[in-house]
């Protein structure tokens, strides 16, 4: 580093007062893309992450880097800076910004840019990065370059600050578009880091709506996108059940009806209810559409940052907060319990695992002991099925793991049939796509290793479609991940829709199923990742205890 002071470009006195003002301010993950205008940002980056004041990410593939900022987003509550150079690098972050915004998960984007002057000239490289990405923007910052030094660094501290403000405050991602000219970097003096501290995340304050909800037989808690442990706690505290979708992080609790889908339609139960709670936002099932826009039934829906809020019927009540009125102790034990109890005994009925014969392998006799080990091989030697993909992950998952599902049948199922468990799940619901689930795991893997979290793994549950479509970021695992993979040859999930009773039986097969045909055996070595094949219960339940390094696991299922 030079201490030339006089030697430093403007590009870099702006990218450092704007990086510092970040880090000071409790941002603690950049996402790089290589590129020669956003070159200052990129060394600055690297330089603070050698330095331990940032933790820097380098992604070559631009939509990958937004998915992975994504995660680390979703993880840590923190937003991610995202940075990549000027021209169509940018437009492959959309996919990423439109997920964060539907799901309310805030993101700083930061794409460098030539002077706004010589937009229109058909210069290489060059097009209107501002407005790229539309209403999915909370806030657009088109930064002029600077004229002097000191207005380099006071535009980087203001913007920084402006630009972190908005996306705490209204949960989305927001678009920061410097203009550099050259010289597009330089040395930059050591002392100008040397008094850099990280700091605790802003805080800011934000308008709240609060509503109460008294206590009463008939209120409902509905757990959906983004609704964290509040949902769990209103349910208890109002003696309601609770459906709480798998994603939600409130899949867990005495009150939790895991059965909804039935329960919710049934007469008996949906007659009773006057008041649905509905925190965030429910995408796995219409069934709550159904409950919600039943004749007088009033609807609160708790806001949680989504772009757009859940609203099935007009007449709905928008808040920020509830606060409950009276207790649900009594209510709970003829209302929210009951409806508990017997979802847990559906669950039981249908979800039959196979019980240990202790005596059987303890017997005196031979033969005793010989058909406990035959029936220990048969329950070994059952095929996979995405069900039972579905309940070992689930059960070989614990509260300082993360699981990832991705947009397929898969989260369905695991919506249907798992049982309660506080552990954290997540699955981009915003737009329900399949693109970015491999880089979004990683950047949630990464951002839940910290020094003081106990060791855990990552689990990414996906369909093969979601997993060929995202397979670049392979590139990207590190550390105890598994990426699963549920092989059943296409887009499956389109069977279970209307479109199949009516389509040309080949065109549904080419243009709905699409099936593909792709190795992840190779793409799992070309990446250096290790690979298991498994087809039994016993093959699953051995590759899930590969925790130490990244693997892909596949499993391939019968279909038609």
Avoid at 67 to 82: I, K, Q
Wanted: negative net charge; hydrophobic residues 45%.
């Amino acid at each position: 580093m030079t201490s030339k002071a006089s030697a430093v470009s403007h590009a870099t006195n702006w990218s450092l007062a704007f990086l510092r003002t970040l880090i000071e301010n409790g941002v603690t993950d950049i996402v790089v893309c290589p590129g020669s205008r956003s070159q200052s940002l990129a060394l600055l980056a690297a330089e603070l992450a050698d330095r331990g004041l940032l933790t820097l990410h380098v992604v070559l593939d631009e939509r990958a880097a937004g998915f992975l900022a994504l995660g680390l987003s979703l993880e840590s509550g923190r937003p991610a800076v995202v940075v990549t150079t000027s021209g169509s690098s940018v437009a492959n972050l959309h996919p990423a910004v439109v997920e964060a915004f539907h799901q309310g998960t805030p993101l700083l984007l930061v794409t460098a840019d030539r002077p706004a002057s010589v937009r229109a000239q058909g210069g290489g490289q060059t097009t209107f990065h501002v407005g790229m990405f539309a209403a999915a923007a909370h806030g657009t910052f088109d930064v002029p370059p600077a004229e002097s030094p000191a207005d380099a660094e006071m535009s980087g501290a203001s913007v920084a600050f402006d630009a972190l403000t908005i996306a705490l405050r209204e949960r989305g991602p927001v678009h920061v578009n410097p203009q550099f000219i050259e010289p597009l970097s330089s040395e930059a003096p050591t002392r100008y880091f040397e008094s850099i501290r990280p700091g605790e995340l802003l805080v800011v304050e934000r308008e709240s709506v609060s509503t109460t909800i008294e206590a009463t037989f008939g209120v409902v808690v509905v757990a959906g996108l983004g609704a964290g442990v509040r949902a769990e706690k209103w349910a208890r505290e109002l003696g309601a059940p609770l459906f709480a979708e798998v994603e939600s992080g409130s899949h867990f609790g005495p009150h939790l009806v895991t059965d909804y889908r039935t329960i919710a339609v049934n007469p008996e139960f949906a007659d009773a209810v006057h008041t649905v709670i509905v925190v965030g936002r429910p995408t796995l099932s219409n069934v709550i559409d159904q409950l919600c826009t039943r004749e007088g039934v009033a609807v609160t829906v708790v806001h949680v940052g989504e772009g757009v809020p859940y609203r099935p019927t007009e007449r709905v009540r928008l808040v920020d907060e509830i606060v409950v009125a009276g207790s649900g102790d009594d209510i709970a034990r003829e209302w929210g319990l009951v409806w508990a109890r017997r979802s847990r005994m559906t669950l039981d009925a249908h979800v039959v695992e196979p019980a240990a014969d202790v005596d059987g392998s303890i017997a005196d006799d031979h033969a005793t002991r010989s058909a406990f080990a035959r029936r220990e091989m048969e329950i070994q030697r059952e095929p996979v099925t995405s069900d039972l993909i579905v309940r070992l992950v689930w059960d070989a998952t614990w509260p300082h793991d993360r699981l990832v599902f991705g947009a397929s049948s898969v989260i369905r199922i695991a919506d249907s049939i798992v049982p309660g468990k506080p552990i954290r799940v997540h699955s981009n619901r915003g737009l329900a796509g399949i693109d970015g689930t491999i880089a979004t795991a990683q950047g949630i893997a990464s951002a839940s290793r910290r020094p003081d979290a106990p060791a855990g793994v990552t689990r990414v549950v996906l369909g093969d479609l979601a997993a060929a479509y995202d397979s670049s970021s392979l590139t990207l695992i590190t550390g105890p991940i598994q990426v699963i993979v549920c092989n059943n040859n296409g887009g499956r999930i389109f069977e279970g829709l209307d479109v199949k009773a009516t389509a040309n039986p080949a065109h549904f097969e080419s243009v709905m199923l699409t099936p593909q045909h792709v190795n992840f055996e190779a793409l799992a070595q070309a990446y250096g990742i290790a690979y298991r094949r498994v087809e039994t219960r016993g093959q699953l339940t051995s590759a899930l205890t590969e925790t130490a390094k990244p693997i892909l696991i596949e499993a391939p299922l019968l279909h038609g």
